[in-house]
Every structure is written in structure tokens, then in C-alpha cells.
């Protein structure tokens, strides 16, 4: 096991063959937050800033992203589910929370599945558990992701890679890839049916995720089956989040969304 990592500390973790870079902020309960496609640990808003003024939040950057330069391996949501876990064991954390948000909201949810005794709560968000919880429209963007790499440069995405990637020409192999993977069809209902970690789903009411995906979500958690009672007896374990004026694309700086994550990670 490595030495403890503390408030500040930032490094790279030898995983699976990646040199995976993380970064640790604040203290407390250990969150493991995994961002989207094409980005970064420097995620839009201040979400990290936020949540790490009561908990340990240990950002990361995935496969190909980021400071975490690319490997000879496809991009793969079960691939890099084991470097999260194993990061996780790097950083000498047995049991962990995990946020992930899109892309890495995928990642966080086939870590449950796939490592399920490291995880203790999970937030997923705007992630569906099939491919079809996607828009046909989002799909079809997702389907022609390659043409574009070079659009792509004109936002803020490639402004972040271009200033901290190990080599920024991989610009073009990171969207390659990513199309690839995207383009895989994917349904994990049944794995996720089976989940024993408690799961809150998040979603705009604009979202690229439909709505009606979320609330099936939902109900395949155990969630939506009865009347909670007076009393609360009949309250699942899981949550149901639709956030309301928010699309994909800004969910993460919905005033909502801290507060909301928190009341959920301090339940008991």
C-alpha cells in the first residue's frame, strides 16, 4: 500500500499499465469524482471546490484524458472501472464514494458492478445504464463523434487538454477512440438490478438522458413501487433527481446539485 495521501496532494497512480493522475482535496469521507467525455479534473463550475469543504474528494483524470496520457488499450467503461478501483486500493481506500457525471458517470456505475465491495454510495450523473437512454439524436451525434475532432477545438474542452495533456496532438486518438467506444451498444440492467450500494440518479429536465430513462433507473433500483408511508418505511435506499431548467451540458453548475449530493452521501 502507498503512503497515505493527504489534503493537497497530487500525483500519478501505476494502474493497469496507465499512469493515472489524481489530485486530493479536503478531508473526511473519501469521493472518488470521475468527469466527462473529452475532459478533465478542472470539470466546469466549482463542484470540487464545493464538495470538498466537508469530505475528502479525490479527482481523476481517465484513460486518455487529462494528465493521464493515453496506452495501447480501446477505451472501454469496464476498463477503466478497474483503474478507478484500483486507484482507489493505491490510495489505501477499502470502501469509497463515487461521483461520476456522463462519461465517467458510465465508469462510476461498472465500478459498482464490477468492484462492488469498495463502494459504499454512488452518484450517477446524466449517465443511463443502456445506450438507449440516450436521445436518438444524441446517439447519432455520438455515432459521428470523429468528425468532430477538429470543431471541437474551438471550446474550452481543448483549451483545458491543449494546457495540460502529456501530448496534446493526441487530441484527434482521444476522439477517435471515444467514438469507438460509443458506438458499442451497451445494457447493464441486469447488473445494475443487482446493485447493493445505494445509487442516486441525476438528471436535467433538459437533459441528453431521457427523463422517462431516469425514472426507469429508478424503478429497476427498487424505487417508484409504493406509497413511502407516514412513517417512511417504504423509502428505498436509492434516489430520483430531475433537476429542473438544466441541460447536460450545465448540469454541473446547477445551485441544486451540491446540496443534493451531500444530503445524500450523509444519509445513513
Known amino acids: ?24 482535496h479536503g478531508s473526511g469521507k473519501p469521493l472518488i469524482l470521475l468527469h466527462g467525455g473529452a475532459s478533465a479534473v478542472e470539470m466546469p463550475g466549482d463542484i470540487i471546490s464545493s464538495l470538498s469543504k466537508d469530505r475528502q474528494v479525490i479527482g481523476a483524470d481517465l484513460q486518455a484524458h487529462g494528465r493521464t496520457a493515453d496506452i495501447d488499450r480501446p477505451l472501454r467503461y469496464e476498463f477503466m472501472a478497474d483503474d478507478v478501483a484500483d486507484l482507489a486500493k493505491y490510495l489505501g481506500l477499502s470502501k469509497v464514494d463515487i461521483m461520476g457525471y456522463s462519461l465517467g458517470g458510465g465508469v462510476a456505475l461498472r465500478t459498482a458492478i464490477q ?41 474550452p474542452l481543448y483549451e483545458v487538454y491543449s494546457r495540460i495533456a502529456p501530448r496534446p496532438q493526441d487530441w484527434s486518438v482521444l476522439f477517435t477512440k471515444l467514438g469507438e467506444m460509443l458506438r458499442q451498444d451497451y445494457n447493464w440492467s441486469q447488473e445494475a438490478s443487482q446493485l447493493k450500494s445505494p445509487v442516486m440518479m441525476v438528471v436535467g429536465d433538459a437533459d441528453s438522458v431521457r427523463t422517462a430513462h431516469g425514472v426507469e433507473f429508478f424503478e429497476l433500483l427498487g424505487g417508484g413501487k409504493r406509497d413511502a408511508g407516514w412513517d417512511g418505511s417504504g423509502m428505498p435506499k436509492s434516489r430520483l433527481c430531475v433537476l429542473p431548467g438544466v441541460t447536460h451540458y450545465n448540469i454541473l453548475n446547477s445551485p441544486a446539485l451540491v446540496p443534493l449530493v451531500k444530503s445524500f452521501l450523509d444519509a445513513t
Open 115 to 155: 468492484h462492488p465491495e469498495i463502494v459504499k454510495k454512488l452518484v450517477l450523473v446524466s449517465a443511463p445504464f443502456k445506450r438507449s437512454g440516450w436521445y436518438p439524436e444524441v446517439l447519432d451525434a455520438m455515432s459521428k463523434s470523429v468528425d468532430n475532432i477538429e470543431p471541437m477545438k474551438k471550446t
Open 1 to 24: 500500500m502507498a503512503e497515505e495521501k493527504t489534503n493537497g496532494s497530487k500525483g500519478y497512480a501505476p494502474v493497469n499499465g496507465l499512469k493515472m493522475y489524481y489530485e486530493i
